[in-house]
């Protein structure tokens, strides 16, 4: 049986997916994605009917901003698929989840530069291929940025963007493609392909001006939910932050006040 993404941080700060239904419910049903600064795509549900059919896991939800990032977290993690083959008895596994993206905290007490061959990258992990029949993993979220100084200038990348959800195994024998993990620009994290007769593809992992990861498809064995993105929060002093010759995503990035004096 896959394992629950869990509630991250006592769901003060976001959810992770969770897997495939429960016990013998789960069969081939995808995984939920993660989620944090946005939600993450639920797992496609399993598409056995009449009696058998169950569906997949929710994404997890985002925290509410305004973001503070007290005590700094990290993302949160997908949910499996459904497995094994319920019909066959055959042993392969649903997908695993993908892991969140880590928590980093910059402080400076001047200037700080990413200069154009910098990255920092907080971004989810991809969501496994279900194996020999059962359902695909869900993506992880984003992770947690908090960025302090009095001027911050972003010349290279900054990112904390979901990861792709696994796709669904194509039948008995055959496995579904692992999602693709969080990508370093404002590109969406392709889901993994299920393929004919069974498999369902997985959702994609959010970035840009996609905050939420998206649904796995359903199919006998369903694709796994995308990961939503994570925070980034910046606090600077007032005018103090330029990004116009770098790429930062999400778009939804927290610009505050920096507190105190060095």
Do not use: K
């Not at 598409?47 to 007290?70: C, D, E, K, M, R």
């Not at 907080?122 to 992880?140: I, N, R, T």
């Not at 693709?180 to 392909?193: M, V, Y």
């Not at 770098?246 to 990035?253: A, C, E, R, T």
């Amino acid at each position: 049986n896959g394992d629950d993404g869990e509630t991250c941080f006592l769901g003060s700060h976001g959810i992770g997916g969770d897997q495939a239904g429960s016990g013998m419910d789960q069969i081939e049903a995808g995984g939920g994605g993660g989620g944090l600064g946005g939600s993450g795509g639920d797992g496609g549900d399993a598409l056995a009917p009449p009696s058998t059919s169950a569906p997949g896991g929710a994404g997890g939800v985002p925290q509410s901003s305004p973001y503070a990032l007290v005590p700094l977290v990290g993302g949160c993690g997908g949910g499996a698929g459904g497995g094994p083959d319920q019909f066959t008895g055959n042993n392969g596994a649903g997908g695993a989840g993908g892991g969140g993206g880590g928590g980093i905290q910059i402080s400076a007490g001047g200037a700080f530069l990413v200069g154009p061959n910098g990255i920092v990258d907080v971004g989810g992990g991809q969501g496994s291929g279900g194996l020999s029949g059962a359902g695909g993993g869900g993506g992880g979220s984003g992770g947690a940025l908090l960025m302090e100084a009095a001027d911050i200038t972003v010349a290279g990348v900054v990112v904390a963007n979901g990861g792709g959800g696994g796709g669904g195994s194509p039948g008995v024998g055959d496995d579904g493609d692992d999602g693709e993990w969080a990508r370093q620009s404002d590109n969406l994290a392709n889901g993994g392909a299920g393929g004919a007769p069974f498999g369902g593809d997985g959702g994609y992992g959010a970035a840009g001006a996609t905050p939420d990861g998206e649904d796995g498809q359903d199919q006998g064995n369903a694709g796994g939910g995308g990961g939503g993105v994570g925070i980034l929060v910046f606090n600077v002093n007032s005018g103090g932050l330029s990004t116009s010759n770098g790429l930062v995503s999400p778009d939804s990035m927290q610009v505050g006040n920096l507190v105190g004096t060095w």
